[in-house]
């Protein structure tokens, strides 16, 4: 099947828009009467707020509310799909007498200026009694710990701990020609989106709420406001048009957004509360700093016997989306590479830390930054290639993924053997490594394979409604939110290659609850696979009804019509055509009709598969670690927009370069005090520190239950970049490091350690 | 079939944000950089422009744009729908070199203050070349009249004239036992709403025209737009929430909408054009002032043998909506009265005075006029009581209407019946007159019936989307205008009623081109019977969803679920029961979807009745008339929200109380000047110049086509009160008044005449 429209690179709707400026955001909106909410923050880790004292903050003029926990409602809420979701945890209150963690919302202000915001908040005093804190997951679970929650004694645990088994462990160790067995840690990365946390809220004299967010999830948002709030979904409208960027955390709501309607409500004026770039750290969301203990039986051929791991995430002061990132984090290491037998345990911990949250890769790429370095280094204790050791385990056709499906496609071993294939790998891996002085070169491979849709059956689903206007243009209706990767292009492009009109001739409307049909959130890289199948079948329902208009004017049967780029012909019978704009225009005898078609998509879980591979430069005088070039090979079904899914794959190596080698939000570990909640302190590669990346996709393995065969890249890319980097250090440099980020001075001391081994020895 | 909402006057959903001030109509818009636009108006009633000089008003400060015929695009619209209707002519230039009528426009500024841009029109210097010009249909008919639009010699006609014809009109007036003929005249009355004509444009960086507008035909508006300025679309987005009134004029695009448009695009910035209260006079539309020649024969049992007519509306400078109010007012006469011989010639005539459009009523007020004057003139002459000889004569079930569809309902009747029970008419006819001193007292009654719906068939109908959220509660997208009639809350009863939600549970979508589905506009007193039919078969379409959750979780058939007030219970098994909220959610082995319906309805048309009964006191001394009271008897089928549909009726009875006895819009019949272009000078009918009014509805004749049997009353009540007035006047004094507004003078001059006569006699 030939297509005109998808595969195409067609020009992003939103462009202009952006480069102008034109684009609003939420903090773009204004209104009269618009008043600014701030947040005092606590400052201390663990602690009962024994006073708190805002009368100087009501006195001083320009202030129009102030709300602490003694007079806003007492109610539980967590960041969660409505109904709640076993992804979440609901534990947080919208203000407690307790604070869990440094920078944790005690109180809120309106004003009529942020300048008076802010001062008012400094006048604000609180009075605490602290408790003793828990930083790291090991001092969270003594059996002495405090307790963050009220729960049971030893209950920092968010939940049970998740177990994921395949066949027996125990006989696949016993079989094993050798055991590797290893300790790996992550880091705590922020997502550090370029837009703050934004809402503004307005309430109207019918008690209805407006809440414009930048958030992925609308109507999450709108399902949880009201909840919390006590209202019914229609009396909620929650609106958001460009954003700038989520990457997983803005699934949540954080705390301020409840106040802001709340302040709202008070003052009977819109408010709008907005996050400094300090607060995005203090209030936002961070990855789960996880240790992953792995173990895995190797036969001498490569096969591998057993694998068994025990992860433990740190959540921080709250659940958020603890439960799901322990699920996918721990299940994804029954697959990647092939193994029969398999036990995983999963943990998720609270302490007295900033909030760990949803963050792209979603605790898979903790667990196969672990998996794929333990596969290199058991690459070199088999004398093996690690790119042939993988290849030989990787996951194919017909075996069965985390979600219990089973795949479509040799998709990782394509991958792999195509990455080969473009980096001569074989003859790279013979020749010795490029020197230079003190600087080592090396290259280094990482997988991995993620899943498109989140949680299919129950909750899951795409939806569409497709409008045909009278001169045959047409409007996608969608809820799918717009990050700013291009999904609604994406989705146009889907709808016009459907409908068979050009692309210019497709228009969406999004990002307004009361309008489009529900949908569960741009996140788990579904939106193109699932929004975009949606809007694929509401679009196939107008066409049907678009074609028999068709048929009975030219008189032909439905089956025999041809209809792209808006122009209608007939098989077999050339000459006889119309427009698209033809068909639909009433006229005599045939009366107008609003052709509408809407369609519900419930997803299976469809993989896609990535290896990268990559050469890094070490420079041993400093430690410095330089990304010189990647070749990231991903199979994501049908491309539905290459340049698109390209700047995918590049943004998601930027940001994985960013969390192996430089991110890392830190707290003081005595006090809990942040340390770095800025992009001074707290680094990140920048355009000018990327290196050359040639991506390569292939289509080799298209999903059945995607548009035209696509799935999911939003969040692949970020996951094989890390292990492929460390993989490479490794291969310039001799040392393993287990860890992220890897840092120039533990390059050094690992260097100077590597050195008096190799001394003594 | 019981009911729980509809049929309640439930509170209507925009009553407290109008109350407050909340509701924000077009010109409550704001936004950065909004420019504000004025209209040059000529001061000639037929000229052609030998020069425009506008270098002055262009170097004013503060001057954005200065547009003239010189510099648009020289494209013919009309106030047309899309694609173009029968109805209205497409004879206006968005600005010409030649002016038709005193105050039309003939140039635009954009400046930064509404101050500046009146201050710059008053510096474009115009020279005019004078053409004679004419104002009456007669002098415009004359052969060497001179011609207004390029039209063949004579060819001052808007449309050929419009036929109708039923048997033979000969054989019935040589049947007759007496013919009466008279003529008749229908001033100027304008539609006065509150809301003056605004509207706002943007564009956007691709191109993309945003119009905020007061309209009451949003997709007219696009289509009309989109054409002129040559844009697909879904390119033109049309925007409108709340309306101050538009009683049919706000059909039409007039000409600074286009003028709005082409200034947005030249400054790049929003332009908001807003008239005046003048303005609305001047660029506004009138009803079709109308003479009418008619002609009866009369068999002395009563029975109408023969009608005969010539009607010619003067439609102004332009035809507007000439060819449908002739076409309507015209078809009109073969109905009301029974009647087997009819012709009928209907014609519309060009002249050099203000623009007649659309206005509530559409032709039939003048027509209506004449028709049932002349039979209170016959029930005179028959020695006859006028309201026996209307109920003998009532159109009846089965009767063929204007539209060629047989009628349901012996409605007329049944409205003529009951209005003599609630006044003991007999009784009340039989007693002398009241008089109190020079003050006389006199009851007349006038009928009329009206269609709900337009032009059924090819390009008619009514289109609905409603779609259910996850917690039962439902949103209903709708193109239909609120014009401040109350149409939103009587179509979320009608999606409540039919869902078996609560009425609080339903809330509407509306006034976005491009969110809602398509709709031809509010007008035509379609829009609860069209719309609302609509609406309830998309509700329909999503309970059908709904019920076959709930049949699937109760066990049990879904033909035995009943649904009202959001509870859903299985027919002959008490205690089995969910909410519907219930149903929905989604749960385990019951996957959450997206419930929506789509519906389109193609409507037949349907007839509403009224016939009112009318007392009124002339004052012999002044010549002054009061309506004293009116009992107005109607039947609109199943009613939706009788306190609306009250207002609708009382409304209606106020705006024909304003055209029979005060309200004339005039211009200097030599200079084409207007005279009374304010609210000073036209007089209108204020709440204190109210009668009581005992409004009764009937619900005997329901409109299979209607939701629920509904039927239209937004023209109705308009129609019948002007010539009950008459005949009751006539009632009262003995004069015969055969033209509106009947005046003071005009009531004096005529007891004067009748005086001498009757000395004279």
Chains 1, 2 share one sequence.
């Not at 320009?62 to 709640?84: D, F, Q, Y």
């Not at 919302?105 to 602290?130: D, F, Q, R, T």
């Not at 804190?133 to 059996?143: K, L």
């Not at 999911?712 to 440099?733: C, L, R, S, T």
């Amino acid at each position: 099947m030939t297509h005109s429209i998808i595969g195409t690179s067609v020009k992003r709707t939103d462009l202009l828009a952006k480069v102008t400026g034109d684009a609003k955001y939420v903090a773009d909106m204004n209104m009269p009467g618009l008043l600014f909410g701030k947040t005092k923050r606590c400052n201390v880790a663990h602690a009962l707020i024994k006073r708190i004292d805002v009368s100087k903050a009501r006195a001083l003029p320009g202030v129009k509310a102030v709300l602490t926990h003694e007079n806003v409602p007492r109610v539980l809420h967590a960041g969660s799909p409505h109904p709640r979701s076993a992804s979440v945890t609901c534990d947080q209150y919208i203000l407690d007498n307790k604070v869990r963690y440094w920078g944790e919302g005690v109180a809120v202000v309106a004003a009529i200026s942020e300048e008076i915001a802010e001062k008012a908040i400094g006048l604000i005093e609180v009075e605490y009694e602290e408790l003793p804190a828990v930083f790291t997951v090991e001092d969270a679970q003594r059996p002495d710990a405090p307790l963050i929650h009220d729960r049971e004694p030893g209950g920092n645990l968010v939940l049970p701990p998740a177990i994921f088994t395949r066949g027996d462990v125990e006989k696949g160790f016993a079989e094993a020609d050798f055991i590797l067995e290893g300790e790996y840690e992550g880091g705590r990365p922020t997502p550090a989106y370029m837009e703050p946390n934004v809402c503004t809220c307005q309430w109207d004299g019918n008690g209805n709420l407006t809440v414009w967010i930048s958030t992925q999830t609308a109507f999450m948002v709108r399902g949880i406001m009201a909840e919390v709030l006590g209202l019914p979904l229609h009396k909620v409208r929650v609106l958001v048009d460009h954003m700038g960027g989520g990457f997983g955390a803005k699934q949540d709501l954080f705390q301020h957004e409840f106040l802001c309607a709340l302040l709202a409500k008070e003052t009977k004026r819109p408010v709008r509360m907005e996050f400094t770039r300090e607060e995005t750290f203090l209030g936002g969301r961070t990855r789960h700093p996880a240790k992953i203990w792995l173990k895995q039986g190797f036969r001498k051929d490569g096969t591998i016997t057993a694998r068994q791991a025990r992860v433990v995430f740190n959540s921080g002061a709250y659940g958020s989306h603890g439960p799901g990132v322990t699920n996918v984090g721990t299940s994804a290491l029954v697959s990647l590479y092939r193994c029969e037998n398999v036990h995983l345990e999963g943990r998720c911990v609270y302490t007295n830390s900033p909030i760990a949250g949803a963050f792209r890769g979603y605790g898979v790429v903790q667990t196969y930054y672990a998996l794929d370095i333990q596969m290199d280094e058991a690459a070199v204790k088999l004398g093996m290639d690690p790119a042939e050791l993988k290849l030989q385990n990787a996951v194919r056709e017909g075996d069965i993924a985390p979600s219990n499906h089973p795949l479509i496609g040799h998709g990782l071993e394509a991958c792999i053997k195509k990455g080969m294939e473009l980096t001569d790998w074989r003859n790279l891996r013979r020749q010795p490594r490029k020197v230079e002085g003190p600087i080592r070169y090396g290259w280094g491979v990482g997988c991995e394979m993620h899943g498109s849709s989140a949680y299919p059956g129950i909750k899951e689903q795409g939806n569409a409604i497709v409008k045909m206007n009278e001169d045959g243009t047409a409007v996608l209706l969608t809820g799918t939110a717009g990050l700013g990767t291009g999904a609604h292009t994406a989705l146009a492009q889907i709808v016009a290659e459907e409908l068979g009109l050009k692309f210019e001739d497709v228009s969406v409307v999004h990002g307004d609850t009361d309008v489009v049909p529900w949908d569960i959130g741009a996140f788990a890289s579904h939106t193109t696979y699932m929004g975009g199948r949606a809007a694929q079948m509401a679009a196939a329902e107008v066409k049907k009804q678009m074609l028999k208009r068709a048929a009975e004017q030219l008189d032909a049967r439905i089956d025999d019509l041809v209809v792209a780029q808006g122009d209608i012909t007939v098989r077999a019978r050339p000459g006889l055509r119309m427009t698209v704009r033809e068909a639909v225009m009433p006229k005599k005898g045939i009366p107008a009709a609003q052709l509408v078609g809407t369609a519900t998509y419930h997803p299976t879980k469809s993989y896609s598969f990535a290896a990268h591979f990559v050469e890094v430069r070490v420079d041993t005088e400093t430690g410095y670690i330089t990304v010189e070039q990647v070749i990231p090979v991903h199979e994501i079904g049908k491309v539905i927009h290459p340049v698109a899914a390209a700047g995918q794959i590049e943004g998601g190596i930027q940001q994985g370069i960013g969390h192996t080698l430089y991110e890392d939000y830190q707290i003081d570990m005595r006090t809990g005090r942040s340390l770095n909640a800025n992009f001074v302190d707290y680094k990140m590669p920048l355009a000018m520190d990327m290196p050359p990346i040639k991506t390569v996709i292939l289509e080799n393995a298209p999903d059945p239950g995607g548009p035209f065969g696509a799935k999911g890249v939003g969040e692949d890319p970020i996951v094989a970049i890390g292990p492929a980097i460390a993989n490479a250090v490794y291969d310039a440099i001799g040392v393993r490091f287990r860890h992220y980020p890897i840092k120039p001075e533990q390059v050094l001391t690992a260097l100077a350690q590597l050195k008096g081994e190799q001394q003594t020895a």
